[in-house]
């Protein structure tokens, strides 16, 4: 895993501040450094290099194809590059074991576009292509590895972080109020947008070529909604046992590639199914113990240690843990935004951060459960959200928006205690984790116009009025209603997993795990995304996935044959930690400082009023506006550096 940068028809380019600018994501690549560049065409390449495969210096980059046509630098793993070698490339007098030069030598036979079609792995990579003088920048079918570019006055510049592109500026970039209005709704800007106007992230499964005639062409070649629509007309027919088998030998094929490495390698367990399906057939495939990593956390409430333990020590890996504080959490949150650039506010980046620095000190390679949830039908509103459409869409909206707006004006400390009061005498399977949050997210969901809308609301903050003053007024629920995938050929369960892999996996999930993991030079692999099996899972009839309110069915199935029924089998509860708690208590102070009436005066584009008041209500307990007040702090916190 690594870090690129690179300009075209940069003024300001050489090869010093070319250097400069690679050294700002050193993280990614501590093992090597390496300049190419062009002056004639003004274009200019770097990496920076973390060894997996043939950790010689004949994996050294920018590397140079056979043919002198193509340059690349690269970022990512070939998981097939062996095969593709032992299938088409016979006689060829190969230099080194590197995926990147049966890259190069697929784009010398085939061209770019061809090779992408053939290629299995996890990318972001850029390309000179000197006889059509284009630089191709290219990203990974589901977007597990980054990729950013600036096009404006200053040329076309690219890297692997914002930062990088930060630096080659000559000015500090806009901020978009529209992105951050997203951001606040949504934890997360989703691509192709930054936090920056003129700054986009390269959409996941596309490639775009930039000339240097100055025009630019962007395709698509591996589209989601396509590969759906597609695998949805040609639905798995045969029965319960063919898919189950299918399914583990395709996931046996794919960790079988992706355990190939010149360096040590692990996984990530939580306890959870995706977690300990990847761990339990690692396992079973290798002779000696599996190294495996889990993060504990103080509060119990939060802590799937002892279930990723007993599972652990059921299957006989080489188990290693670490146990959270929120002193652990108050220590990382000053280095938040050098890790992510931009603002980001899901919470579960510190203990992914956590887990990524406690695995390093082992391996070099950990794999990840990242995409079953999306893929298999795991996220509890799969399970919930058409229920609870159905029931809504029986009363008129007029007396729904009445109910909300009536139990909206009841006192929030007396419904928080009879709430709580009457939470406690549930049985534990069926416990409501923070009641008040949900009540008030009822209240929101009532008005909800159509199941779209209700998704919508069920993945946003806010009530749609993110706190941001803008010049023009902008819609978050127009946003999403264009932006978010909405199909009538499709049920409203599959239109809300379409949109959580398009959007939350690649702009979210995968984000987070990567800027974690490579702050600590860590490469992550997530099997689930191999596309055959992500091709797969389309095809299957949705009673696979979720099967008599049962979320995740045929991996459960699958998981079976490895480990105990009851080893695995529990209440979902997610990688999250006490935010709630900690605002209240060790993290009162920091939070308080960043949203005080004094630094709120600084951003004359955020309603400290509706701020405050949140802030307020959160500290008194009269409501848990957790999510949305941590999406402010990331905001601030990352404003203020």
């Not at 690269?74 to 060829?92: A, Q, S, V």
Request: aromatic share 14%; net charge neutral; glycine share 4%.
């Amino acid at each position: 895993m690594c870090g690129i940068v690179g300009a075209l028809g940069n003024n300001k380019a050489c090869n010093k501040s070319i250097e400069e600018m690679a050294n700002t994501l050193k993280h990614r690549g501590p093992d090597d450094f390496g300049i190419w560049s062009d002056t004639n065409n003004n274009i200019f390449l770097a990496h920076r290099r973390l060894s997996i495969l043939d950790l010689s210096n004949n994996g050294h980059q920018p590397m140079i194809s056979e043919s002198e046509r193509y340059i690349v630098v690269f970022n990512g793993e070939i998981y097939n590059h062996m095969d593709l070698r032992e299938k088409y490339f016979k006689g060829y007098r190969w230099k080194s074991t590197s995926d990147t030069e049966t890259l190069l030598a697929s784009f010398d036979k085939w061209g770019i576009e061809k090779t992408l079609e053939l290629l299995e792995g996890m990318f972001a990579f850029a390309v000179w292509d000197s006889h059509e003088r284009s630089l191709n920048l290219v990203r990974d079918r589901f977007g597990e590895k980054p990729l950013f570019y600036y096009r404006g006055e200053q040329g076309i510049i690219f890297a692997s972080e914002l930062k990088a592109i930060e630096s080659l500026l000559d000015s500090k970039p806009e901020i978009d109020t529209d992105s951050l209005s997203i951001f606040l709704s949504l934890s997360y800007i989703p691509s192709p947008l930054s936090i920056y106007k003129n700054i986009f992230k390269l959409d996941s499964g596309h490639i775009i070529k930039f000339h240097i005639d100055d025009y630019q062409v962007s395709k698509t070649y591996w589209s989601l909604e396509d590969k759906y629509s597609y695998a949805r007309q040609n639905i798995f027919e045969r029965g319960d046992n063919d898919a189950i088998n299918i399914l583990e030998n395709l996931l046996k094929n794919t960790l079988k590639n992706q355990s190939i490495s010149d360096v040590p390698l692990g996984t990530f367990l939580s306890g959870g199914i995706d977690s300990t399906l990847i761990t339990s057939l690692l396992q079973s495939m290798s002779i000696e113990p599996v190294k495996t990593f889990t993060i504990g956390f103080d509060k119990k409430e939060f802590d799937e240690s002892y279930y990723a333990k007993n599972i652990a020590s059921y299957l006989g890996t080489d188990h290693n843990e670490l146990f959270v504080t929120s002193e652990d959490a108050l220590n990382i949150i000053p280095f938040l935004q050098d890790i992510y650039d931009e603002p980001f506010a899901d919470s579960s980046q510190i203990p992914t951060f956590l887990i990524s620095k406690l695995a390093k000190k082992d391996v070099t390679v950990a794999l990840s459960g990242d995409g079953a949830d999306e893929l298999f039908g795991g996220y509890n509103r799969y399970i919930f959200a058409e229920k609870i459409w159905r029931l809504l869409n029986k009363f008129p909206l007029s007396i729904r928006k009445k109910s909300s707006n009536f139990l909206s004006f009841l006192p929030n400390n007396l419904v928080s205690t009879f709430l709580n009061t009457s939470n406690s005498f549930l049985p534990n399977k069926i416990k409501f984790a923070y009641p008040m949050t949900k009540y008030l997210k009822i209240c929101d969901l009532l008005t909800s116009e159509s199941d779209q809308e209700l998704y919508h609301r069920l993945i946003t903050f806010w009530s749609f009025n993110p706190p941001v003053k803008t010049k023009k007024e902008f819609d978050i629920r127009k946003y999403l209603k264009d932006s978010f995938t909405c199909s009538s050929n499709y049920s409203f369960l599959e239109n809300m997993m379409i949109s959580d892999l398009r959007y939350y996996l690649t702009d979210n999930i995968l984000q987070k795990v990567d800027r974690a993991s490579m702050a600590n030079s860590l490469e992550t692999r997530a099997p689930f995304l191999d596309h055959k099996i992500a091709e797969f899972s389309f095809s299957l009839p949705i009673d696979m996935k979720l099967r008599n309110g049962e979320s995740k069915w045929i991996l459960k199935q699958i998981l079976k044959r490895y480990v105990p029924k009851n080893l695995f089998e529990r209440k979902k509860m997610g990688f999250s930690i006490p935010i709630d708690n900690w605002l209240r208590g060790s993290l009162k102070n920091w939070a308080g400082d960043l949203m005080s009436e004094e630094n709120l005066s600084k951003v004359d584009f955020l309603d400290a009023k509706s701020i405050n008041n949140a802030w307020s209500a959160h500290l008194k307990g009269k409501g848990n506006f957790q999510y949305p007040l941590w999406n402010i702090l990331m905001f601030l916190s990352w404003y203020d550096k």
